[in-house]
């Protein structure tokens, strides 16, 4: 019980943190596609690197997400139902396949928006895992590419993901690409090509994000050059 209450503790001050300075970022969205939970719901892919600038973008959106069966997804469940979203749990290591059908199931059901970061949660950077193309599948709603780059940021130069938050007063830009439909009925050849289609159009998407910044965005390296704003 105490466990609890320190980890909602502490959860709330991530929250409170995280939003004070999200609402400081001077966030220009191109190529928007609704977030409000009405009308047929999305599925919006991401790299996992852009998870600390998407949260922004989905905030007190009611979207469906899911968070790890660990400690530490613990403290996110928290800190994502304290931004305002619908939380299930599951990763693609532990627990994945559970998690994964839930928010089959609750996506199915509802009308919510979810958002996947396709390369998560430990890699390989930049490739598409199949979770998504399944949720797509089964559920009938579009893949919606999204991804992000911010002016000033803090680049944790050593994680994986190349995981970044941008910093207060940051310009910051959010990109939507054209949604991916996928067919109930796609043979195992039109889900890698979709795989495909989605990896490209989030590179892409990408590229361009970072060259509002005067940045190269360059998918096959890790970007060590590239940490600074």
Sequence with gaps: MLTSFFTFLKASLIAGLYGGTALTWRLKELGRADL???????IYAHW????????RLGQFSGMAVMA????????????????????VRGSSSKGGAGGLKGL???????DAHTSLAVDGPR???????PGILALAQKTGKPIVPVVGAAGWRFVFKKAW???YLPLPFSSCVAIYGEPIWISPTATDAELEKAKEDLKNSLISLKGQ???????????????SHLHGA
């Design 36 to 42: 409000k939970p009405k009308g047929d719901g999305k």
């Design 48 to 55: 996992h690197g852009d998870e600390l600038l998407m949260l």
């Design 68 to 87: 790890s069966r660990s400690k530490d997804g613990e403290l996110m469940k928290w800190v994502l139902k304290l931004l305002g979203f619908r939380v």
């Design 104 to 110: 089959l199931d609750f996506v199915a059901k509802t």
């Design 123 to 129: 890699g390989p950077i930049y490739e598409v895992k």
């Design 161 to 163: 993901n190349q995981c």
């Design 209 to 223: 994000a970072e060259e509002k910044f005067h940045r190269t965005f360059l998918p096959a390296v890790r970007q």
